[in-house]
Protein backbone atom coordinates (compact mmCIF):
# COMPACT_ATOMS: atom_id res chain seq x y z
CA UNK A 1 0.00 0.00 0.00
CA UNK A 2 1.73 3.62 -0.87
CA UNK A 3 0.73 6.64 0.96
CA UNK A 4 0.66 9.77 -0.23
CA UNK A 5 -0.07 13.30 1.29
CA UNK A 6 -2.39 15.19 0.86
CA UNK A 7 -1.16 19.02 0.82
CA UNK A 8 -3.44 21.48 2.34
CA UNK A 9 -4.24 24.89 0.98
CA UNK A 10 -1.98 27.79 2.33
CA UNK A 11 -3.25 29.78 5.54
CA UNK A 12 -3.10 33.41 4.98
CA UNK A 13 -4.18 36.45 7.60
CA UNK A 14 -4.85 39.58 6.16
CA UNK A 15 -5.91 42.70 8.84
CA UNK A 16 -9.15 44.55 8.22
CA UNK A 17 -8.35 48.36 9.20
CA UNK A 18 -10.48 51.72 9.29
CA UNK A 19 -13.64 50.13 10.82
CA UNK A 20 -14.59 53.30 11.81
CA UNK A 21 -14.48 54.43 8.05
CA UNK A 22 -16.36 51.44 7.06
CA UNK A 23 -19.03 52.61 4.07
CA UNK A 24 -21.64 50.74 2.61
CA UNK A 25 -23.05 50.29 -1.31
CA UNK A 26 -25.82 48.66 -2.89
CA UNK A 27 -26.15 48.73 -6.71
CA UNK A 28 -29.48 47.39 -6.96
CA UNK A 29 -29.25 47.27 -10.92
CA UNK A 30 -27.13 45.12 -10.55
CA UNK A 31 -27.45 42.98 -7.22
CA UNK A 32 -24.10 43.82 -5.96
CA UNK A 33 -23.36 45.19 -2.28
CA UNK A 34 -19.91 47.09 -1.85
CA UNK A 35 -18.15 47.27 1.78
CA UNK A 36 -15.34 49.35 1.68
CA UNK A 37 -12.85 50.01 4.39
CA UNK A 38 -11.90 53.69 4.17
CA UNK A 39 -12.82 56.73 2.52
CA UNK A 40 -11.09 55.92 -0.69
CA UNK A 41 -11.67 53.49 -2.89
CA UNK A 42 -7.98 51.81 -3.14
CA UNK A 43 -5.73 49.97 -6.12
CA UNK A 44 -5.99 46.23 -4.52
CA UNK A 45 -2.50 43.64 -5.30
CA UNK A 46 -4.47 41.14 -5.10
CA UNK A 47 -7.94 39.69 -4.93
CA UNK A 48 -9.70 36.57 -4.40
CA UNK A 49 -12.74 35.21 -5.79
CA UNK A 50 -15.04 32.75 -3.76
CA UNK A 51 -15.91 29.13 -4.74
CA UNK A 52 -19.31 29.83 -5.67
CA UNK A 53 -17.36 33.52 -7.86
CA UNK A 54 -20.28 35.49 -5.84
CA UNK A 55 -17.66 37.22 -3.52
CA UNK A 56 -14.60 38.99 -3.88
CA UNK A 57 -12.07 40.05 -1.71
CA UNK A 58 -9.46 43.00 -2.57
CA UNK A 59 -5.89 42.86 -0.60
CA UNK A 60 -3.71 45.60 -0.50
CA UNK A 61 -0.52 45.50 1.67
CA UNK A 62 -1.47 42.75 3.51
CA UNK A 63 -4.88 44.21 4.53
CA UNK A 64 -8.87 43.66 3.64
CA UNK A 65 -9.67 47.25 1.12
CA UNK A 66 -13.00 45.71 0.32
CA UNK A 67 -15.33 42.92 -0.15
CA UNK A 68 -17.84 43.08 -3.07
CA UNK A 69 -21.11 40.54 -2.64
CA UNK A 70 -22.88 39.44 -6.05
CA UNK A 71 -26.26 38.23 -6.22
CA UNK A 72 -26.74 40.09 -2.59
CA UNK A 73 -30.61 39.62 -2.36
CA UNK A 74 -30.40 35.94 -3.98
CA UNK A 75 -27.73 35.31 -1.10
CA UNK A 76 -29.50 36.53 1.92
CA UNK A 77 -33.28 36.50 0.99
CA UNK A 78 -33.34 40.08 1.79
CA UNK A 79 -35.55 42.22 -1.03
CA UNK A 80 -34.13 46.18 -1.29
CA UNK A 81 -36.56 48.33 -2.70
Known sequence: MSEHSESKPETKMYSIK????IWI???KQNDILYINFGY???EADEE???KDEDIIVR??????VSIM???FSGKT???IY
Do not use: A, C, Q
Request: glycine share 8%; hydrophobic share 40%.
Open 18 to 21: DLDK
Open 25 to 27: EYD
Open 40 to 42: DIE
Open 48 to 50: FLS
Open 59 to 64: IKDGRV
Open 69 to 71: IMN
Open 77 to 79: GIM
